[in-house]
């Protein structure tokens, strides 16, 4: 059993920035593959990005290249989403998510793939 606790999440304004962590137990984290999802009222969730156990590999989604990078301390079983330039469409519930990727170092960008989830931190962005 794995669990992950986010923090970070909070009221900001457009332009500002924040740094969502993603704590995580139980398991052998450096054997985890984690992402971030996020969902808004009314939309589907979405991953907005991926990293792999080894921190080599990442996915981004489109409307987040260039502003958010996720990163990962395996020292300290946390994972970070750090967001620049955040806009009122970056509003949502953020969640942490994690697979068992001890086999392959690559990321997963399927919900369906991973397995244990945290219970979200919400951010929102005000115009």
């Known amino acids: 059993q794995v669990q992950l606790v986010e923090s970070g999440g909070g009221l900001v304004q457009a332009g500002d920035s924040l740094r969502l962590s993603c704590a995580a137990s139980?398991?052998?984290?450096?054997?985890?593959?984690m992402g971030w999802f996020r969902q808004a009222p009314g939309k589907e969730r979405e991953l907005v990005a991926a990293i792999s156990r080894s921190g080599t590999n990442t996915y981004y989604t489109d409307s987040v290249k260039g502003r958010f990078t996720i990163s990962r301390d395996n020292a300290r079983n946390t994972v970070y989403l750090q967001m620049t330039s955040l806009t009122p469409e970056d509003t949502a519930v953020y969640s942490c998510a994690a697979v068992d990727a001890r086999y392959s170092d690559t990321y997963y960008y399927r919900a369906t793939d991973y397995r244990y989830w945290g219970q979200g931190t919400q951010v929102t962005v005000s115009s």
């Open positions: 139980g398991r052998t984290f450096s054997n985890m593959g």
